[in-house]
């Protein structure tokens, strides 16, 4: 529910312009809040009037700070996005309590579909339970890998005689290699990261998947500010997905859905250089193109 202030308002439609869900009208009194049913929460309304003519009931004032423009330049940022690399290597350390509450914090402000806001955040910072974590991993794991192995001769069948003896071997080598893994000294499940933040969700919001790659993506981005190293982990968030010990074990609310998982922690490796990508494919449509 908006609350505008008539005497203030002078009219200028910003805040109708603004406004995603068409909520607000320009009446001959000024602004008016014609269809609040339709209202998304967002704050846009709030955010962009000229005179703070409207308040949102359901939203504290104080959430609606000045903007800080330019906040950096596009230089740094392309600097950001080249600069971060998925990190493999870390030490043992855990993540320092500051350090956890400024990811956290990166990730709330990531943008959600529908303004669902569904997303919440379980950080496993304990040395104890991230052991417990990277052993029920292996075990699955290895499980897997015993009941696929013998269906490597299929992925033969399905493919291309010369392709799929390369796939086979190589594919049957990677599952062992990681089946193996953690009696070699190797980790290949949380790649020794101290640290494991989880993304999971209650509701099952249309773009809830979505909004966790997003919002895990900001993660990423304020990891590399902090000096912090970040890898994606696949295995995890599959393994979750797949089975409710996984998600008993790493803490995972009961009927929540885990959408996204990423190992954290003060890198052991120092890249020089930024990685090479493949030149990019892609088509900009301009004025005039048939
Ligand atoms: C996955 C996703 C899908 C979205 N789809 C739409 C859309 O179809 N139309 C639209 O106007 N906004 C869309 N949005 C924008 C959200 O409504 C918006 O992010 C949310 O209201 C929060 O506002 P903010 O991005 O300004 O923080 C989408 C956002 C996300 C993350
Ligand atoms: S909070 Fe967002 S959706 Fe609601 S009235 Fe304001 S601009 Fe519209
Ligand atoms: S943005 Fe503010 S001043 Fe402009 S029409 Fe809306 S309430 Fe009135």
């Given at each position: 529910?908006?609350?505008?202030?008539?005497?203030?308002c002078t009219s200028c439609g910003s805040c109708a312009r603004?406004?995603?869900?068409?909520?607000?009208?320009i009446e001959a009194g000024g602004a008016v809040d014609k269809y609040p049913e339709n209202c998304i929460d967002c704050g846009h309304c709030v955010a962009?009037?000229?005179?703070?003519?409207?308040v949102n009931e359901r939203m504290d004032p104080s959430g609606f700070p000045a903007r800080v423009d330019p906040c950096i330049s596009f230089e740094a940022f392309n600097h950001l996005a080249r600069n971060r690399r998925s990190t493999r290597r870390f030490k043992k350390?855990?993540?320092?309590?500051e350090h956890v509450e400024k990811l956290v914090d990166s990730a709330h402000y990531a943008p959600t579909g529908e303004n669902a806001q569904e997303l919440e955040y379980l950080v496993i910072n304990d040395p104890a339970r991230i052991a417990m974590i990277r052993d029920a991993m292996a075990r699955q794991f290895k499980q897997l890998h015993s009941l696929v192995k013998g269906l490597y001769g299929f992925v033969v069948l399905a493919m291309g005689?010369?392709?799929?003896r390369r796939s086979r071997a190589s594919l049957g080598r990677i599952m062992a290699k990681w089946a193996e893994g953690k009696d070699a000294g190797e980790d290949p499940f949380l790649r020794t990261a101290p640290t494991l933040l989880i993304i999971h969700s209650k509701q099952k919001t249309f773009m809830a998947q979505t909004d966790a790659g997003i919002a895990g993506y900001h993660v990423m981005l304020a990891a590399e500010v902090l000096g912090i190293g970040s890898v994606w982990n696949g295995f995890h968030q599959t393994f979750c997905g797949l089975n409710g010990s996984m998600r008993r074990?790493?803490?995972v609310p009961k009927g929540h859905k885990v959408l996204a998982s990423i190992s954290l922690g003060y890198p052991d490796v120092k890249y020089r250089r930024n990685v090479f990508r493949r030149p990019v494919r892609s088509r900009i449509v301009d004025h005039g193109e048939p």
């Open positions: 529910m908006l609350k505008i202030d008539s005497s203030i603004a406004c995603p869900g068409y909520v607000i009208e962009v009037c000229p005179v703070d003519a409207i350390d855990p993540l320092s309590r005689k010369e392709e799929a074990v790493s803490l």
